[in-house]
């Protein structure tokens, strides 16, 4: 069975893999070789970011595989993302540029704001990456910078070529439909977090018929949190669940390659992570089946409203999704 690997992204008409690897909390000390091994092991998309912590190492990864000739760089789609702290207008750029140095590439493939969720600046030379707070506060402190503003320094970016394409994450329907008002450049992705506890099927048409393209983060659902409570409520291991056993047992393929098809199958990206490079491979293995209408009723019935990342529960009080 051939099937399409790929999402052509709007503006450019860019292909980008329909199944990545996802960089968050691959430590530093294992990053390069993950990276590398991800590489070889077939990964062509890799999803970073400057909060990661990890970017010189991820960036190493690259390229060592790029110098033993495994891929040329136009074989990867390499995507990354602009932090809260770097919103205003003037720090676009400059924190644009010190990810790229610190990878050692000379352009990504894509560049997303993280969250829409301008906060104070934190200096480059004081702390890097800042995180959410301000250096040694207990809270989150917010900055005037309007999203218009910022957006219009992402479509700098990319008019540069320095980002080939530009996007978004952890937005919702009323700021996406904002930003289209005045947006030169439509954002080629929508990076949100989906799994069958958090379908957000209305977000998902909705994104996908403005010509956005969707990828999916967090597609185990709980596998990378520890917490497995949101606002109160609980829930099982996805990877355990019976119900996608039962579907991973009929298609002869593993609960995780079943979580991932449940997004391909509404032409969704993922992006798993894993330091398993076997792992990884299985992750990779997905293009060779797809979900019945059956199955994918049974994962309907899934639904939790159930949201891991959110900003309500870090400890600080942000309602994002409010
Ligand atoms: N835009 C955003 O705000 C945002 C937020 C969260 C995540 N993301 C992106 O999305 C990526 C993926 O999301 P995520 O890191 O939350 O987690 P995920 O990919 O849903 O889950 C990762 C967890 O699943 C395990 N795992 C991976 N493959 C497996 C397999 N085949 N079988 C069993 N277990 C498996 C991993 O363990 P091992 O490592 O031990 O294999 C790890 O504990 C991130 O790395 C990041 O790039 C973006």
């Known amino acids: 069975m051939t099937q399409e690997q790929h999402i052509v992204l709007n503006r450019t008409g860019q292909k980008m893999p329909l199944c990545g690897f996802g960089c968050w909390k691959v430590d530093p000390a294992d990053a390069e070789e993950t990276i590398y091994n991800a590489i070889k092991a077939g990964v062509r998309l890799i999803d970073g970011a400057g909060d990661y912590g990890n970017e010189v190492e991820v960036g190493r990864g690259i390229n060592k595989a790029i110098k033993e000739g495994i891929v040329k760089r136009e074989d990867l789609f390499v995507v990354t993302k602009l932090w809260n702290t770097f919103h205003a207008k003037e720090n676009v750029r400059p924190a644009f540029d010190k990810q790229l140095q610190d990878m050692g590439l000379s352009y990504v493939d894509l560049y997303l704001i993280h969250f829409p969720v301008p906060l104070k600046h934190v200096a480059i030379d004081a702390a ?31 008019e540069s070529g320095d980002a080939k394409n530009i996007g978004i994450s952890n937005f919702n329907v009323q700021l996406i439909l904002d930003l289209l008002t005045y947006a030169n450049i439509k954002p080629a992705t929508l990076q949100v977090e989906l799994h069958p506890y958090l379908q957000q099927k209305r977000l998902v048409e909705w994104v996908q018929k403005q010509g956005i393209a969707v990828t999916a983060y967090s597609s185990f659902g709980p596998a990378s949190f520890i917490q497995l409570t949101d606002d109160g409520k609980t829930a099982e291991p996805l990877l355990g669940h019976p119900v996608i056993k039962t579907i991973a047992e009929k298609h002869g393929k593993s609960t995780a390659q079943v979580l991932l098809r449940w997004s391909l199958d509404r032409n969704v990206a993922v992006i798993p992570k894993s ?12 293009f060779n089946f797809t979900l019945t209408e059956e199955d994918l009723a049974a994962i309907a019935k899934l639904e939790l409203g159930l949201r891991f990342n959110n900003p309500d529960s870090y400890g600080f009080e942000l309602p994002l999704w409010s």
């Open 128 to 158: 890097y990456p800042p995180g959410w707070y301000q250096i040694g506060a207990k809270d989150i402190e917010f900055e005037r910078s309007p999203m218009q503003d910022l957006w219009r320094e992402m479509e700098k970016i990319a």
């Open 275 to 286: 330091m398993n490079v076997e792992r990884t491979k299985s992750n990779l293995d997905i």
